[in-house]
């Protein structure tokens, strides 16, 4: 079987989202140029919240399938991104709400952390500073934690994001500065290693 | 890297953000995932399709049945109307002429003359000659994004805030949608959020998103550029408080936390007038410039309140309220677009949880009630001549004859007035605007 992207890069270079969600319903290959438009937002989504590769993999896989059978619902009031990010949002609560608590990390997923080309000391620097702001993130408020998220692990505008929490433009802004100002005060130590 | 955003925050918040990016560049999915998705997605698809055509004969039999079940309805219904109910049909006869009526005054210009702005999808249009839709302003889109745009108080000018490449000017316009002219010969302002007149019509004031710490006040013609910081951080535009001495605005302080302040603009003292304001267009001085009326969200008692404040008294009126439901969380339902009728009797703004369940509401000033007068709907703004209140719902623009309201029963129908232009690229509904040339 073929995987999507290997026969739709090209396919539909300049169709914007909405228009290829509405082909989508009918089309295979408008939903595979979705995916790979979008797949990678939608993971750092889930790896920022889980912390670890293996349930945001889980996560992700599920945002999909859940985005494929209900397609026929997006109805274009707002970007698909931001559709297809508040399926994900969905499913991290649902997530979480069934294993109780935040995850720990894995020893055997730490150690599976992708460091291609990387010497060990920097990789573990790599890691470890990851380590550190994601647990920076999960010490600020959820809110300006997700408005966080979204905007540059998941690289939203803020328009798409205010979509996603259902919040105004302004209040997106005002949750990013917040919580960006939290962050450098509450984790300097976090924010000063340098692996470069 | 989300350079964009990242182009639009103050120098100190940048490096935070940079880091944050950088976390995200290491977070990389690994090959064997993405083909292993991939394939499952089209196997799902091809099942998908297979089980809708197995279920084929019944999707076909499906919309047969439902068409002779309306068929049956209608007839049914029409039935009903003809024979039971003949005294509906004379109560129905003067909605239609009054309706009608209404219409022919707005497209003669007899009523409601005035153009409607409307600024949607990052595009700013204004009614063409016979109100029958509207023509976007700057077609050749020659500005990136138009984002707001305000009315100067004299009706003379129309001031619009425009972004290209993370650059914002101001730019006027008049009712005939003459091409834009930039007040500022040379933008290094940043990425401009919005912008407000003086009452007397004179000055602009704007704030941009990399230095929200600071308003920036400018004459139309560009000269009297004058830059002011302030000891909070902004979160709307502000508005000129009558006299042009201080400017009100919804913002944020580090100890006092966010709310509706006010600052003096010679000395930037600054004072906040209520913590319970949570929106950011909540709150409208009154044309006479005596009255500041604002929404105080008290989740902890469970309502929204309509406060008006007498500037000269310090007097505070709760003039209206709407619950607020349990369980809301803390940034919902919200309100926004509140603004005064040009006779300052009434105030009109939408109240609710998103796009599609929000209403627009209308409060008598005196505090003598308050009705809703639109469902779905946001975005409301008063004609200058009291005769009309335009309101967009699913994304259209509708009028209503405000003459026709009272507090015990809406008389008036909703009129269609056109289609929302479609604009540049899809914005949160809470940017949309509609603002009536005073």
């Known amino acids: ?196 | 890297m989300n350079k964009e955003l990242l182009n639009q925050l103050p120098a100190d918040e940048q490096l935070v953000a940079v880091k944050l990016s950088s976390v995200a560049e290491q977070m990389k999915l690994s090959q064997s995932f993405q083909w292993n998705l991939e394939t499952q997605l089209r196997a799902a698809y091809q099942s998908k399709k297979e089980a809708g055509q197995k279920s084929r004969p019944l999707n076909i039999l499906s919309p047969i049945g439902w068409a002779i079940a309306t068929i049956c309805s209608v007839l049914l219904l029409s039935w009903i109307v003809r024979t039971l109910l003949p005294e509906l049909q004379v109560a129905a006869g003067p909605t239609v002429t009054q309706e009608v009526s209404f219409e022919t005054n707005v497209r003669a210009g007899n009523i409601c003359a005035a153009p409607l702005a409307v600024g949607h999808n990052f595009s700013v249009s204004l009614t063409n000659q016979d109100k029958t839709g509207f023509v976007m302003l700057d077609e050749g889109k020659t500005i990136g994004e138009l984002r707001s745009f305000a009315w100067s108080p004299d009706s003379r000018q129309l001031a619009i805030v425009g972004n290209t490449t993370g650059q914002g000017n101001i730019y006027l316009t008049n009712s005939t949608g003459k091409p834009l002219q930039p007040v500022l010969a040379n933008s290094e302002l940043g990425y401009l959020m919005g912008t407000s007149w003086s009452q007397d019509g004179k000055l602009l004031v704007t704030w941009s998103a990399q230095n929200n710490k600071v308003v920036y006040m400018l004459n139309t013609n560009g000269i009297g550029f004058v830059k002011r910081d302030l000891p909070v951080q902004i979160f709307e535009t502000p508005q000129f408080a009558p006299g042009h001495e201080s400017i009100t605005f919804y913002g944020a302080d580090s100890s006092l936390g966010d709310g509706l302040f006010q600052t003096m603009l010679n000395s930037s003292r600054t004072t906040m007038i209520s913590d319970l304001v949570e929106d950011e267009v909540s709150f409208a001085w009154s044309p006479d410039g005596l009255r500041l009326a604002y929404i105080e969200m008290d989740r902890r008692l469970g309502e929204a309140n309509l406060v008006v404040h007498k500037v000269d008294t310090g007097d505070k009126v709760v003039i209206a309220s709407i619950p607020i439901p349990k369980g809301s969380g803390s940034s919902i339902p919200s309100s926004a677009n509140l603004s005064w009728s040009s006779d300052g009797k009434a105030l009109v703004f939408d109240f609710g949880r998103g796009a599609s369940d929000r209403a627009v509401y209308l409060a008598y000033s005196n505090g003598t009630g308050m009705i809703k007068v639109a469902d779905s709907a946001h975005a409301p703004a008063f004609s200058a001549d009291g005769n009309c209140l335009a309101y967009i719902s699913d994304k259209k623009v509708f009028l209503l004859g405000v003459r026709g309201i009272s507090l015990t029963s809406t008389t008036a129908i909703p009129w269609f007035l056109a289609e929302l232009p479609t604009g540049r690229s899809i914005a949160d509904y809470r940017l949309d605007k509609l603002q009536w040339r005073p």
């Open chain 1, 1 to 196: 079987m073929t995987p999507f992207m290997a026969i739709l890069q090209t396919q539909y270079p300049s169709m914007d989202d909405a228009h290829l969600a509405q082909q989508a319903r009918a089309d295979p290959e408008a939903f595979a140029e979705l995916y790979r438009r979008h797949v990678t937002s939608v993971y750092r989504y889930h790896r920022a919240h889980t912390d670890n590769d293996k349930d945001a993999e889980d996560l992700t896989s599920q945002t999909f399938m859940v985005a494929l059978e209900g397609i026929r619902s997006f109805r274009g009031t707002g970007p698909y991104i931001a559709w297809l990010m508040g399926i994900a949002t969905r499913l991290r609560a649902r997530f979480f709400r069934r294993r109780g608590s935040r995850p720990e990390i894995p020893l055997d997923a730490a150690l599976q952390l992708p460091t291609s080309g990387l010497p060990t000391d920097k990789a573990a620097a790599r890691h470890l500073q990851m380590d550190q702001i994601l647990g920076a993130l999960r010490s600020i408020s959820q809110d300006r934690a997700e408005a966080l998220i979204l905007c540059f692990i998941s690289e939203l505008s803020t328009v798409e994001a205010a979509f996603v929490l259902g919040k105004s433009e302004a209040a997106i802004r005002m949750l990013i500065s917040r919580g960006l100002q939290d962050l450098r005060t509450r984790t300097s130590l976090a924010l000063e290693v340098d692996y470069e």
